[in-house]
């Protein structure tokens, strides 16, 4: 019975420590947005967090990246008011050229680059 309950403790010990040690990784996505003055910044957010850009006028917009596939070659880029109200999104690939948004103010995103980093 000894050997049977200290078994089942280094099975739980073993698997304890393998969940704990097992990390979640979401991809950083970096975005260049082109905004409606013309002006373009580096946007970064993790994949299904949020980005923020102020224009010059001192409004803001929210941009939430969610990446498609594995090889991380493509998104969809949802944009937002700074209140969270919904403008639309836009599909974009990766190294590709910026992809014009069908929202009021219109934004140009393209995706500089896609990578897993804890």
Request: net charge neutral.
């Given at each position: 019975m000894r050997?049977?309950?200290?078994?089942?403790?280094s099975l739980a010990f073993a698997s304890a420590t393998t969940i704990s040690s097992a990390q979640t990784?979401?991809?950083?996505?970096?975005?260049?947005?082109?905004?409606?003055?013309?002006?373009?910044?580096?946007?970064?957010?993790?994949?299904s967090g949020v980005g923020t850009m102020k224009l010059k006028d001192g409004s803001e917009?929210?941009?939430?990246?969610?990446?498609?596939d594995e090889p991380f070659t493509k998104a969809t880029v949802a944009i937002f008011k700074?209140?969270?109200?919904?403008?639309?999104e836009v599909q974009v690939t990766k190294g590709a050229a910026a992809v014009a948004t069908k929202t009021t103010?219109?934004?140009?995103?393209?995706i500089k680059s896609i990578e897993l980093k804890k």
């Open positions: 050997a049977a309950v200290r078994v089942l403790l990784y979401s991809p950083m996505v970096t975005m260049a947005i082109t905004a409606p003055d013309g002006s373009t910044q580096d946007v970064v957010a993790r994949e917009y929210l941009f939430r990246p969610t990446v498609h700074s209140d969270s109200t919904p403008l639309g103010p219109s934004f140009k995103i393209a």
